[in-house]
Every structure is written in structure tokens, then in C-alpha cells.
């Protein structure tokens, strides 16, 4: 009863300040309703996976997958998960691997959650007799597998709870790859406070490569396609930046709404990620965030507040406007299912660590202040990560044009900054806003297809010519007078 009162509370209060914003902010900031309802307003179809996990999206979408574990060197096991296409002819698979990693207070299920029960494999690779493909395109995973790519989803630590595992035998348990399965005392380690002491560079440092290395010896892949989203931009590229050996298996790398030292945010997000999160103290507990609410009731009042169609498009919009940025043209699909998805666990240390390099805009190591930078780095400042040359063989960057967090200077910045063998290719997602790249309405045109075009441009498959790679087989875009999906 107390959890429901505060619930109430909460969905009250954000009603209460969406309905003021709404009374001053311009009309021109909003998509079109009579369009947009349409469209999604009353889509229910995907309510029935709201508490799925990925691997139950999967499943219900008719792929299959097969589950690994990966042990980093700091003893945290992180899940991996290959995806399957049962109608695909697996020695017909375009090479390399597609790695994809999920972003901050996210899981892997945002690459599989979007209108997944319209989802459902084809065949590959495509023969004339079996016409157009009829399965969406808005879950990138199911339309890569759908596209004849072999995909993995690479879970982050404590993202949920089949990432929540840790052991104390590190070495013991990663020489038993790729049989090894974290037993559930393992995964009870996540309720300790120590467990979320962890942060940016220790993902860095012990996770990121262990998990390429684990793909590359179910695969026997030299080179990797590696698509990295949000926060994951930054540990992606602080490790191939440190460890070039890796960044030359990259045949692309891709780096979605990278939020690297961002310049700009909506003033909610300014406030809360650089005067608030960098000044409190790192309590080792689980971060959503930790110190405003528990995450459980953040996420029960947000979920309680979706069950309405009127306050999923009034109140949790203008949250997610506020803290995303506008969506005036493709206005986020806010389903219920992407709702409930959106809101994960991440350490606070992490969080932290962002809010610092938003604050200073340095991408430095984690700032334990002068006192504790001496201990750990023998200076007073922490040191940067030098991102300025990575030897990645293509170097893609996927921008959403009103994106709050990874916004049009920051993204500059990043590709003046860094140096590559071959010139970045940077496409732009138009009207969209940071959690538009994964739940917009019209995401499989605007994302997913040009990830596919330009993947196919740097692929391998049997029996590939050079028309083939500049029509992948994407399927048919949805036009916008269809119904809700």
C-alpha cells in the first residue's frame, strides 16, 4: 500500500508538470495528434511482453538463440546472446559477426522490443519465388537476422538479471568458456552493495574485450561489425582507442547517439547530470536514479501512468521530451512494452562517471578527487583517454537530429577530434530524438534500413556481387497511413 501511495504521488505530480509545460511551450514542438493517434495512440498489440525478457521476445517472435557468458577479469559475468534466424542458411550468412551492444539503463531487449509481435523470420538468403519480406524492420536485431547477418547481443553488467552474476574464480570460470553458465549464487551477488562499486573503467579494462574475444572463438571470425549505442559509445571507443589490436578487427564500427563529453542538453538533463550526479557522494548501490527514488517505484510510477493512453502521450511523453529532446516530426512510439523495457539498473560509479565528463567535458578516467586520484593514478587529476586516432578499418556515426543528449556540437566534436584510415561516414535520423533511434515510428526507415545498406557495403557472403550491396534486401517501408505499429 505504501509502494501504491507513492506511485500515486509521483504520476500526480509529473501529470501536474506535463499539463503546465504543455500551456507554454509552443505548439510547433508537437507532432501532429490526429496523425500520430492514427498511427499508435491505441496500439496495444505488444502489451502481453511487458515483463518479457529478451529471451522471451525472442522466442515470441518465432527466432531461436543460444545463451554464453562471458567472465571479465574482474570476475562479472555478462550474457551474451546469439541470435538465430531459422530460416537462414547459415553457410550463407554475410560476414563478419554484428556485436551490438545496449546503452545506459538499458538491456538487450531494446534491439528486439519494438513491435516485436509483427516481427517473424524470413527466409535467407532471398530467392525471387519468396516476393517482398512482410516482417517489420523496427527491432534492429530481428532485421539484421532477417537481412542474413549473424547477430549477438552483448549484455553490460547489471543490466538485468542475467547479467548480474559475479565470481570470485574469474580465471578458472573463463577457461571453461564457452560452456560455462553462472550458477544462482553467482547471480545473488548483485544484491550486495560491493557489486555496483564497479564503473566505466572497469568495463573498459576487463569486460569489453573478453566478450569480443568470446565471439571470435564461437565464430572463428577475424573481423567483427561492432555497433555501439548511447553510453556504450564512450567504453566502445575508450577500448579500441586503448587496445588497437582490436579496433583493426573492426571491419565497421558504429557508434549510435554517442554522447561523449556532450555540450548540450535539455535543461532538466543539464541540471540533473551535471550540478547533481557528479556532487553526490557514490553510495555503491543500484543507480535509476538511487537518490530521488528506488528504481522499482520510479519504474511503477512511470508504468502505472503508461496504463493510461491519455497520460502515456501527456505525462511520460514530456518526461521524455524533457530529458531526451523534442520529437516534433516522428514522435516516439511510446509503448507500453518500450516503457517498461527503458528504465534498467546501472552502478551509480558509472553514472557518475558520465555526469563528470559531461561536466568537465574531458574523457578522463572516473575523478575520485585529488586525495584519491594520487592513490589510483599517482596524480591529482585523473588521466584522459586519448580517443584521437582509432584504427578501425569503416567508422560510422548514426545521429538523431534533436537528440538532447547527443546533440549536432557534440557530434562534431567527436569527428574532428578523432582520426580514422578511412573518412567517418555520419548519417542523420531527421526529427528524431535519443530514444527515437530504438522506439520511433518510422525507426526501420530512418535507422535500420541505412545501418543495412551501409553494412552491406562492407560484408562478405556467398555469392555477393556489387548490385547486391547497393540493394540490400531491407524489406518494404511501411508507409505512414498504415496502421499502428
Known sequence: MFVSKRCLLGGVLIAVVAVLIQLVLPADCYYNETKFKKLVYHDHTNDDAISMSTEELITRSGFDYKDYYAVADDGYITQILHLINPKADKKQLKYPPVLILHGSHLDTSIYVMASSIQHHPERWPRKPIDGPMTSYNRSLAFTLANNGYDVWLLGGRGSNLANSAWTKEAKLHRSQQPHFKPSKWMKAYSWLPKYWNSGLDDIIKYELYNQIDLVRNLTGAKEIHYFSFSLTTMTTMALLAKKPSYAKMCRTYTQMAPVIAASHF???????????????????????????????????????????????????????????????????????????????????????????????????????????????????????????????????????????????????????????????????????????????????????????????????????????????AAGTPRPMASTAQ
Open 266 to 472: 535539455s535543461h532538466l538533463a543539464r541540471i540533473y547530470w551535471e550540478k547533481i550526479v557528479p556532487y553526490v557522494t557514490n553510495r555503491g548501490i543500484g543507480h535509476s536514479p538511487s537518490y530521488f527514488f528506488d528504481q522499482v517505484i520510479l519504474k511503477k510510477v512511470v508504468f502505472k501512468l503508461a496504463k493510461s493512453d491519455f497520460l502515456r502521450y501527456t505525462a511520460v511523453q514530456e518526461l521524455n521530451r524533457m530529458l531526451f529532446g523534442p520529437s516534433p516530426i516522428y514522435h516516439t512510439n511510446l509503448e507500453r512494452n518500450v516503457i517498461h523495457h527503458l528504465i534498467q539498473p546501472v552502478s551509480f560509479k558509472s553514472a557518475q562517471h558520465y555526469g563528470q565528463v559531461s561536466k568537465t567535458q574531458k574523457f578522463r578516467h572516473y575523478d575520485y578527487g585529488p586525495l584519491g586520484n594520487l592513490f589510483h593514478y599517482n596524480k591529482t587529476s585523473p588521466p584522459e583517454y586519448k580517443i584521437d586516432r582509432l584504427e578501425v578499418q569503416n567508422y560510422l556515426i548514426i545521429s538523431a537530429a534533436l537528440d538532447a543528449l547527443a546533440d549536432s556540437l557534440t557530434v562534431q566534436r567527436i569527428k574532428e577530434q578523432t582520426s580514422t584510415p578511412t573518412p567517418v561516414t555520419h548519417m542523420i535520423a531527421p526529427g528524431f530524438n535519443h530514444i527515437d533511434l530504438v522506439a520511433a515510428v518510422e525507426v526501420d526507415i530512418y535507422v535500420n534500413k541505412p545501418i543495412i545498406e551501409y553494412l552491406d557495403k562492407h560484408s562478405d557472403w556467398p555469392g555477393a556481387n556489387s548490385s547486391q550491396k547497393q540493394a540490400p
